[in-house]
């Protein structure tokens, strides 16, 4: 027999109580009569947004009733079962029975409440942002032996990503990242992996090779490996801030439940947290739409574990462990799903536990997973080990996140009103800002490390592939540069120009020039915040009205008054050491990872258009 809890009992009976409640010898019943209203995401699972504080106001600011949109338990059913897909789109619903006919106004309660809660998420977010700083400076200290190792004897640098095996997987990551590993045959041929090069070797067909390399330890190992790609590009989505990829690749993923054990049940986990759930995907879908900080964890875990070089899994596996990068990363996804669904409130908590704690058990079943001996195990334990309470706090996060939701709807006039909160404004406002100049496109999260490594060391435009620059071809020839039109420099000597025939190409009038760092903001959310803060500058106030400035290059804003002190997970750079006038060399190279101290700035460069209107030609972190 199921024991029904009082709290189930509660839910439960509130819609039959809104419903029934009105009011009896009162107002005509024509002049009044049931409101109600729906709140949705526009998500690609139009997901309906749950146990969300709603007032019903009069025109003139009166509260009539206060309520709180449905969820899951108010209907018995529960995120991640089979009861969820029957009730799906009667929650989110807010409605009472005995209102005026009047045009209303719909809000999600007072501002003061709300910018409280607002207020406490963002120190949250700060908290969080620290510790991942700190998280990857201690893992640095973990593997830079291995890094140093790597550096001095293996194929650091080698163009291109990887076309077989694990890189291929590992690529939708970094997508040829100049930190990683080189190609796969660059391992192959270092004297690094000697050890360990019977058991690479066939890397081009991994399935067959899968158990000489230690993936086939355990049931569900060789599914997992296939899934490399597909697991990774799902972390790579929360960087972007992506949700349709989001969603997308995580579906993807359920394909898993077909294999046996652990790996198995993180497939039907993801199969039943999508198909059957509502709750949690809330609290996935506000972070994603209001904080960078799933972005920034996915970033940090994937940075460290590449960090995990050849040489380090080499040993790894020759102390009785394997390739275990896919269960690292499934069991990461597992944990963020049990933090999210803890971001619930008290009322909604219910219907989200059971999901919360299968997610959790899954998560810690693939840890067991996990085996070995020597300090390369210890060093895995210890990344698990360090962010494991990090990911713990995006729950009190998300909740707080929920609770400082801010929408208002004016003139309501309908019985029963639809609204739709946007889920991809970050995205939307990067695009809108990339059409205005190339900010985006040289310094925002989309630009790989390879791509900033390159500009550093090699001038190349991230715009162009090229030492071309994108701009520079632009403005003298009036045509965006191609080079399968205009060839990769001095290749081509003459480019048709509309309106100016045949002219010849000074490609050293186009070059791409770069400075003493080439850097960027990891997150669309951190850099459209960035330039946020920079229209409230005194300096930019003073440009858009003043009639006799046509550029302004703005540099008094530090990031830390942005961000706060702890920031420098939000910023990624290459920095020639001493500066391109007086380089140092430091291990073999003078260029390092930039080093971004608490002056570092925020310069924006403005130019006004024909019609006096301020463009953001670009902006960018500067140490």
Not at 105 to 125: H, K, N, Q, R, V
Not at 489 to 505: F, H, M, Q, T
Not at 570 to 592: D, L
């Amino acid at each position: 027999m199921n024991r029904v809890t009082p709290a189930e009992i509660t839910a439960k009976a509130e819609p039959i109580a809104n419903r029934m409640s009105g009011t009896v010898g009162g107002v005509s019943q024509s002049c009044r009569g049931p409101r109600s209203v729906q709140f949705f995401y526009d998500d690609p699972l139009r997901t309906p947004i749950t146990d969300l504080r709603t007032r019903f106001l009069s025109a003139d600011e009166n509260v009539l009733a206060q309520t709180r949109t449905y969820h899951p338990l108010n209907f018995g059913a529960r995120d991640g079962d089979t009861s969820l897909p029957p009730v799906r789109l009667q929650t989110g619903v807010a409605e009472q029975q005995d209102l005026p006919h009047d045009p209303l106004i719909i809000d999600t309660g007072a501002m003061p409440d709300i910018e409280s809660a607002a207020d406490d998420a963002w120190e949250l977010e700060k908290a969080i942002v620290a510790d991942l700083w700190h998280f990857e400076a201690s893992m640095t200290r973990v593997f830079q032996p291995y890094v140093d190792e790597w550096n001095r004897d293996g194929a650091l640098g080698a163009a291109g990503s990887f076309v077989d095996g694990v890189g291929n997987g590992i690529s939708a990551w970094w997508d040829g990242e100049k930190d990683f590993w080189g190609s796969a045959w660059g391992w192959l041929r270092s004297t690094t992996s000697q050890a360990a090069l019977t058991a690479w070797d066939s890397l081009s067909n991994p399935v067959d090779t899968t158990q000489s390399i230690g993936r086939a330890v355990w049931d569900g190992a060789q599914e997992a490996y296939g899934h490399l790609e597909t697991l990774v590009e799902v972390l790579r989505a929360l960087l972007t801030g992506d949700i349709d990829a989001f969603f997308s690749k995580a579906q993807l993923l359920e394909a898993l439940k077909n294999a046996q054990g652990a790996i198995g049940e993180f497939g039907q986990l993801m199969h039943d947290a999508f198909e059957n759930g509502v709750e949690w995907l809330n609290s996935l879908i506000e972070m994603i739409r209001r904080t960078p900080v799933l972005g920034l964890i996915a970033n940090t875990a994937m940075r460290v574990i590449t960090m995990m070089t050849p040489n380090f899994w080499a040993e790894m596996i020759g102390t009785g462990g394997g390739f275990v990068i896919p269960e690292i990363i499934m069991w990461l996804i597992g944990l963020l799903i049990g933090g999210l669904a803890a971001a619930s409130g008290a009322g909604a908590a219910p219907a989200v536990a059971a999901l919360g704690a299968r997610a959790a058990s899954v998560a810690a079943k693939i840890r067991k997973l996990l085996k070995g001996s020597g300090r390369t195990f210890s060093a895995v334990n210890r990344f698990l080990d360090l962010l494991r309470p990090i990911i713990d706090q995006i729950g009190p996060l998300g909740r707080k996140l929920r609770d400082s939701i801010a929408e208002v709807q004016r003139g309501v006039i309908d019985k029963t009103q639809q609204l739709f909160r946007r889920t991809r404004y970050w995205r939307e406002k990067l695009d809108d800002l990339a059409r205005q100049g190339h900010g985006p496109q040289r310094h925002e999260g989309d630009v790989t490390e390879e791509m900033l490594w390159n500009r550093a060391y090699h001038n190349i435009d991230p715009m162009t592939g090229t030492t071309v620059d994108y701009d520079r071809f632009l403005k003298k020839y009036g045509v965006v540069y191609d080079s399968d039109l205009h060839g990769r420099e001095p290749d081509v000597v003459n480019i048709n120009v509309p309106g100016k025939g045949n002219l010849a190409i000074n490609w050293n009038k186009v070059r791409h020039v770069s400075g003493d760092h080439a850097t960027k903001f990891n997150t669309p959310a951190d850099y459209v915040r960035a330039y946020e803060e920079v229209l409230k500058s005194a300096e930019y106030k003073a440009f858009l009205t003043g009639a006799d400035q046509d550029q302004l290059v703005l540099r008094s804003l530090k990031l830390s008054d942005v961000f706060g002190s702890n920031f420098q997970a939000r910023v990624k750079g290459y920095s020639v050491a001493g500066g391109q006038k007086n380089p140092v060399t430091h291990t073999g190279t003078t260029f390092a990872e930039t080093v971004f101290g608490n002056d570092t700035k925020v310069v924006a460069i403005f130019e006004k258009d024909a019609n006096g209107i301020p463009q953001l030609k670009t902006m960018y972190p500067d140490p």
